[in-house]
């Protein structure tokens, strides 16, 4: 009896890159929830520091007004999105509780101006007055961080390893780490529980979601982003690693984003990247400016241009690139 038979199944057959020991879907699935699965401690210790962060003092009323709304939230239904603009002002953004983690009810959350977020328990939606936003042309590159292009230590790739920079991004633990000023900087997280990390898992499997890493001399993933590709929008959802390799990743990441024609990045409320030029936007004109933009964009797997990395010597001024420790000529990048 004649069966049907799809073009890539013949495809495959002569593939040179399919090998009979390849693995299943179901094989990689498993690896995938095994990356993402949080231990028995790193769950204790994200839900003490959420405990201890939502009942200090000068949160406590933030708190209140938080589980009053989850308590009355009418979002549940996965067809009713909150309406961005009864989001609470303390906290600030806060309007309701995820009701469909599914990518396509994701990416529709996100066209209207919500965003994910959360710590424990389901995540939540979220609309802050204001947003942190960067054109990708509009990048601020100082001469430290031309420097920290120069570097041979350190190798940036895309979307290589995703599972474990959401994981890595997950955990509550902070990271410790020297920036390119000598400095010593310590970024504390609070992590995100493993339905929220399976989320943008998801969305990284149907090409929505994109990482960036960079590792280290020995191969170590020292930094990574985690972001959304909607049309010619990128949303920075969390980032983890050292101040100079997490400037480094930003670097290379708007790099090509101009290039590729994004025009805009949003860095939701990560305040801390004002130093390269994200700069705060009322939530009203947040959503005017994204009108229109959530088309087009850049699909599939990505890869690192070297034509979109290049920064010459001259550029950088000898006192600045002296103070890169361990710096030498040349950023690693891997396609």
Same mark, same amino acid.
């Given at each position: 009896?004649?069966r049907?038979?799809r073009i890539?199944?013949?495809?495959?057959?002569f593939?040179?890159?399919?090998?009979p020991?390849?693995p299943?879907r179901?094989e990689l699935r498993?690896?995938r929830?095994?990356v993402l699965r949080?231990s028995?401690k790193?769950r204790?210790?994200r839900?003490?520091?959420?405990?201890r962060?939502?009942l200090?003092?000068?949160?406590?009323s933030?708190?209140?007004?938080?589980?009053?709304?989850?308590?009355?939230?009418r979002?549940?239904?996965p067809?009713d999105l909150?309406?961005p603009?009864?989001?609470?002002s303390?906290p600030?953004?806060l309007?309701?509780?995820?009701?469909?983690?599914?990518p396509?009810a994701?990416?529709d959350a996100?066209?209207r101006?919500?965003?994910?977020?959360?710590?424990?328990g389901?995540?939540?939606?979220w609309?802050?007055?204001?947003?942190?936003?960067l054109?990708?042309?509009?990048?601020h590159i100082s001469g430290?961080v031309?420097g920290l292009?120069l570097?041979?230590?350190?190798?940036?790739?895309? /979307? @290589?390893?995703p599972?474990? *920079?959401?994981? +890595?991004?997950a955990r509550p633990?902070?990271h =410790?780490?020297?920036?390119?000023?000598?400095e010593?900087?310590?970024?504390?997280?609070r992590?995100?529980?493993p339905e929220r990390?399976?989320?943008?898992?998801?969305?990284f499997?149907?090409?929505v979601?994109?990482?960036?890493?960079?590792?280290g001399?020995?191969?170590?993933?020292?930094?990574?982003?985690?972001g959304?590709s909607?049309?010619r929008v990128?949303v920075i959802e969390?980032?983890f690693?050292a101040?100079d390799?997490?400037?480094l990743?930003?670097v290379v990441l708007?790099?090509?984003?101009?290039a590729?024609g994004?025009?805009?990045?949003?860095?939701?409320q990560?305040?801390g990247?004002a130093?390269?030029?994200?700069?705060?936007v009322p939530r009203?004109e947040?959503?005017a400016r994204?009108?229109?933009?959530?088309?087009?964009?850049r699909?599939g797997r990505?890869?690192? /241009? @070297?034509?979109?990395?290049? *920064?010459e010597? +001259?550029?950088?001024?000898?006192?600045d690139a =002296?103070?890169v420790?361990?710096?030498k000529?040349g950023?690693k990048l891997a396609?």
């Amino acid at each position: 009896m004649a069966r049907d038979i799809r073009i890539d199944q013949v495809a495959a057959l002569f593939s040179e890159g399919v090998s009979p020991d390849a693995p299943t879907r179901g094989e990689l699935r498993r690896r995938r929830d095994e990356v993402l699965r949080e231990s028995p401690k790193e769950r204790l210790v994200r839900l003490f520091g959420a405990l201890r962060h939502g009942l200090s003092p000068q949160r406590l009323s933030e708190t209140w007004a938080a589980v009053d709304l989850v308590l009355r939230d009418r979002s549940i239904c996965p067809l009713d999105l909150p309406d961005p603009e009864q989001a609470l002002s303390k906290p600030d953004g806060l309007c309701g509780i995820t009701a469909d983690l599914s990518p396509e009810a994701i990416i529709d959350a996100y066209t209207r101006g919500l965003h994910l977020g959360g710590s424990v328990g389901r995540p939540t939606w979220w609309s802050p007055s204001q947003r942190y936003v960067l054109s990708p042309g509009d990048t601020h590159i100082s001469g430290k961080v031309r420097g920290l292009l120069l570097r041979r230590d350190a190798r940036v790739t895309f /979307d @290589r390893s995703p599972y474990e *920079v959401i994981a +890595a991004c997950a955990r509550p633990e902070p990271h =410790a780490g020297a920036n390119y000023r000598g400095e010593e900087r310590r970024a504390s997280r609070r992590g995100f529980s493993p339905e929220r990390a399976r989320s943008y898992a998801n969305l990284f499997d149907t090409g929505v979601a994109h990482s960036v890493e960079v590792r280290g001399a020995t191969g170590t993933l020292e930094a990574g982003i985690v972001g959304l590709s909607l049309g010619r929008v990128f949303v920075i959802e969390t980032l983890f690693g050292a101040a100079d390799m997490v400037d480094l990743a930003l670097v290379v990441l708007h790099r090509h984003l101009a290039a590729w024609g994004y025009e805009l990045i949003d860095a939701k409320q990560l305040k801390g990247l004002a130093r390269l030029g994200f700069a705060p936007v009322p939530r009203a004109e947040f959503r005017a400016r994204t009108i229109g933009l959530f088309h087009g964009g850049r699909r599939g797997r990505w890869q690192v /241009d @070297r034509a979109h990395c290049g *920064v010459e010597p +001259a550029q950088v001024p000898a006192s600045d690139a =002296a103070k890169v420790q361990g710096s030498k000529p040349g950023l690693k990048l891997a396609a």
